[in-house]
């Protein structure tokens, strides 16, 4: 389903800066490993108690987790679609490590993403600054812009194609 992604897959971060830098590639993703899935993502349903969208659960299992757009200077903000830890990172910060919420860079994210999870509203992908988060709808499967008032795509599928095609479509 996601085969015009995986030209953009590579097995580690270690490549990131540099090709970053050389802008051979448009998008940059990474896999994430199998066998640590299954049980990250029934920890985000149950405590989430949602059910995850079968088809952003594919492109996480094919294609991995990372950044679009990662050579366009001018574009508004980055996308990152957010890896299973870090979507449960965002939901859940660790009360036992001693962090300075100064430098949690998760917690105005987080705000954002419980407010929006009341709207069965799914953050997945990082967009820019502050709050800015793209959500997947769970019940009607629409992609949206930092809540329901703003649409973006009607499924995940047309929001990577639309996002492909230009970036920063939606603003």
């Not at 969208?53 to 299992?61: G, I, S, V």
């Not at 987080?110 to 800015?132: H, I, K, P």
Request: with cysteine; charged share 30%; glycine share 4%.
């Amino acid at each position: 389903m996601f085969e015009r992604w995986s030209e953009y897959v590579h097995q580690n971060w270690e490549a990131f800066s540099a090709i970053r830098k050389s802008g051979e590639s448009k998008h940059y993703f990474v896999p994430i490993l199998s066998e640590e899935m299954d049980e990250t993502i029934e920890n985000i349903q149950d405590d989430l108690e949602i059910v995850f969208p079968k088809d952003l659960l594919l492109f996480l299992k094919e294609i991995g987790s990372g950044y679009f757009w990662i050579n366009v200077q001018d574009k508004i903000g980055i996308y990152k679609i957010l890896s299973l830890d870090e979507l449960y990172d965002l939901y859940y910060s660790d009360e036992d490590e001693e962090e300075d919420e100064e430098e949690d860079w998760f917690i105005t994210y987080r705000l954002s993403a419980w407010d929006n999870l009341e709207d069965q509203l799914l953050a997945f992908c990082v967009f820019g600054e502050e709050d800015s988060l793209l959500y997947y709808a769970l019940d009607d499967g629409g992609i949206y812009y930092l809540s329901r008032n703003m649409k973006i795509a009607e499924s995940f599928e047309e929001f990577l194609v639309l996002l492909d095609n230009k970036v920063d479509y939606f603003l």
